[in-house]
């Protein structure tokens, strides 16, 4: 079993900055952390993934270029930067840990283990 508790969100100005934490628990291998988001009443979106076999990212377009996804693996913790930040990037966002190989997590389904999610809220 993994356990994923995030931190950061909040309500900041278009353009601001926030980071988001991710804290993981658990002795499961885990392949894989991503970050996703789910506004009102959309499906929930693939934002960022990182591989733990090589570090490897991989980001959806509308974010690329201004968010970065990183770890600290002395810390079991997962980060997202988020920079240039813009009204729609408001959303619930979350983190998804991943115990299968499956070589490309940019969807929900390859994911196993969600946080509770943490609200950012960009105002224009």
């Not at 980001?59 to 990183?70: C, D, L, N, P, Q």
């Not at 079991?76 to 966002?93: A, G, I, R």
């Amino acid at each position: 079993q993994v356990q994923l508790v995030e931190s950061g969100g909040g309500l900041v100005q278009a353009g601001d900055s926030l980071r988001l934490s991710c804290a993981a628990s658990g002795r499961t291998f885990i392949h894989a952390m991503g970050w996703f988001r789910q506004g009102p009443g959309k499906e929930r979106e693939f934002v960022a993934t990182l591989a733990s076999s090589d570090g490897n990212t991989y980001y959806a377009e509308s974010v690329k270029g201004r968010f970065t996804i990183s770890r600290d693996n002395a810390k079991n913790t997962v980060y997202l930067q988020m920079n240039s930040l813009k009204p729609e990037d408001t959303s619930l966002y979350y983190c998804a840990a991943a115990s299968v190989d499956y070589g490309d997590y940019v969807t929900p389904m390859k994911y196993n283990y969600w946080g509770q999610g943490t609200q950012v809220t960009v105002s224009s």
